[in-house]
């Protein structure tokens, strides 16, 4: 308990008085000074009690006495010793009204107790506090490290350190998931702070908030836990008060363990990602009973049932389209540190914690700049891709990604966010591992000419090949080979461009086609053979056409062609 002006009060070797405010002797006395400066406050830092004979302060001035008192209560001074019998045979009266006035504690020091008593008092009744708070701390931590051995193990210690805080506590995941809360209904207040976790998540870690909102009642404190530049979770702890020092100890204690908690496992999923790019490359290699053999129990039953291929690479809002990666799987690279992207390590945590929960088994390996895993068809984990994609898409709006240069520090604005592409094959067993690759590789391709965070290889095979053809390169193929007959047209001596578009569209019909356009056949002949002419190309040849249709179904501008 903290030392008040009550418990001096009570020591019977002071023989202190109350002189003037008797209702507030509950105060907490931080220290005790003497000064007999007219203007003390300067050296003042709250919480004091100060101790005066009034040598140079006519107490028995009223104004002045109320000045006196006004300022150094307005300090944060907490209570004022006056010596009776040295400068004065009693308490001024007009001191003693200024207390009143102001609710300042005015206590009546006798000659033979000297104020380096009183310090002294104070002295070590705060030593003592602070030694029962350590203690206290260090009990604590005794309990909490038991408790995170235990065979619970965060989910007992969050239990422990709710008693001793005589509050609450709850623990986030990577992905800023609720992972384990005491008591059970602080999981619910726990979920309402996904914001404040966000955005705690995003600093370099250690870091710390302390956060409230309009519907709690409590004062929640946010603790990141990890070494590394980002967290690897959050520890959130709500209380009545601000915590002292006992309680300090013990969230210190608790955001130690639960760090090396999450950095132990951190390892073992890096030697776990080593064994998974191993089985990944067997399987890609064609080698999937080799691939069973290695995986083991850790991924064996994944390989057990139809699982889905994913590849994933991050996309700059200003990145322009770029020809698609060769369908030609690379060998697997390290932890996922080693060339992984915010956009990325948040996608990872996000399916990782998904598969936590349900308990399935995931294979997450980066190449290079990209990440391929491997999840259970209709899984959790890819379900969290799914809503990741979409929050993604949600976040940028929607809108398509610029292919022009966004804003550079220096103009004005700050540049757009990372977003992502994934690719996603269908459903698969370990023996068309390697084609089920290559499908996703497709799928990613379509997703980052498109302008889309999620594509599926079904998508993609049940679509049309015309959005395909919305790319730069394919447009300037485009406008290049029919340049020559939109510019015989625009000379008015003809219309080659819909007479082309017509006799393709009726698969070289002469009748039907001079049907469609208003014109006799023999004329739709002769313009057939002028764009033969002009373009130096049979329409014989099926390459040509092809070629042509898909050159006028790329710059058609008109609903419907």
């Not at 004979?53 to 006519?58: C, I, P, V």
């Not at 698609?324 to 990872?348: D, F, I, Q, W």
Request: aromatic fraction near 4%; proline fraction near 6%; glycine fraction near 8%.
């Amino acid at each position: 308990m903290p030392h008040t002006l009550a418990s001096l009060v009570n020591h019977t070797a002071l023989k202190l008085a109350v002189l003037a405010g008797e209702d507030r002797l509950d105060v907490p006395v931080r220290w005790a000074h003497a000064s007999e400066l007219i203007d003390p406050v300067p050296y003042m830092e709250g919480g004091e009690l100060l101790l005066i004979t009034a040598l140079k302060l006519d107490a028995e001035d009223p104004q002045a006495a109320d000045r006196y008192v006004r300022r150094v209560a307005g300090a944060g001074v907490v209570g004022l010793g006056f010596a009776v019998g040295v400068n004065y045979e009693a308490a001024p009266e007009a001191l003693v009204e200024a207390a009143r006035r102001h609710r300042l504690p005015l206590l009546g020091v006798p000659r033979r107790t000297p104020f380096i008593a009183i310090s002294k008092a104070v002295s070590a009744a705060v030593a003592a506090d602070q030694y029962r708070a350590v203690t206290a701390g260090f009990e604590a931590q005794r309990e909490l490290t038991r408790a995170a051995l235990g065979a619970e193990g965060p989910a007992e210690l969050l239990g422990r350190l709710a008693a001793h805080l005589s509050g609450w506590a709850a623990l986030y995941d990577a992905s800023g998931a609720v992972v384990a809360a005491a008591p059970e209904w602080a999981a619910r207040r726990a979920a309402r702070l996904a914001e404040d976790v966000a955005r705690l998540r995003e600093r370099p870690a250690p870091a710390s908030a302390v956060v409230s909102d309009a519907e709690g009642d409590d004062r929640v404190e946010l603790q990141s836990l990890g070494t590394g530049r980002r967290s690897r979770g959050v520890l959130a702890v709500g209380t009545g008060a601000p915590l002292g020092t006992a309680e300090r100890y013990a969230v210190h204690s608790a955001v130690a363990l639960l760090t090396l908690t999450t950095e132990r496992s951190r390892a073992l999923q890096d030697a776990e990602q080593r064994l998974g790019a191993a089985v990944l490359k067997m399987l890609l290699a064609g080698e999937p009973d080799h691939a069973r053999t290695v995986s083991g129990r850790l991924y064996g039953g994944l390989l057990d049932a139809p699982f889905r291929v994913l590849v994933a690479e991050p996309v700059p809002a200003d990145d322009q389209p770029t020809a698609p990666k060769p369908a030609t799987p690379s060998a697997p690279t390290g932890p996922r540190g080693a060339a992984a992207t915010p956009v990325l390590e948040a996608l990872a945590d996000a399916m990782e914690s998904a598969a936590a929960r349900t308990g399935e088994a995931l294979l997450a390996v980066p190449d290079g700049g990209r990440l391929i895993v491997l999840v259970a068809d209709g899984g959790a984990a890819a379900d969290a891709c799914t809503a990741f994609a979409a929050a993604t898409e949600a976040r940028l709006g929607a809108q398509p990604r610029a292919r022009g240069r966004s804003a550079r520090p220096g103009t004005g604005r700050e540049p757009q966010a990372e977003s992502l592409a994934i690719g996603l094959s269908a459903p698969t067993g370990p023996m068309a591992a390697a084609h089920a690759y290559r499908q996703a590789e497709q799928a990613l391709s379509v997703a980052r000419r498109r302008g889309r965070a999620l594509v599926e290889h079904e998508d993609v095979a049940a679509g049309s090949v015309l959005p395909l053809l919305a790319d730069d390169a394919v447009r300037a193929f485009a406008d290049g080979l029919l340049r020559a007959l939109r510019e015989h047209d625009a000379t008015g001596r003809g219309d080659l461009v819909a007479s082309l578009r017509a006799w393709l569209a009726r698969h070289g019909q002469w009748d039907a086609a001079a049907a469609d356009l208003g014109v006799h056949r023999h004329t739709l002949r002769y313009r057939m053979r002028r764009v033969e002419e002009i373009l130096g190309r049979s329409l014989d040849d099926p390459d040509v056409r092809m070629e042509l249709w898909l050159a006028l179904k790329a710059t058609s501008t008109q609903p419907g062609e």
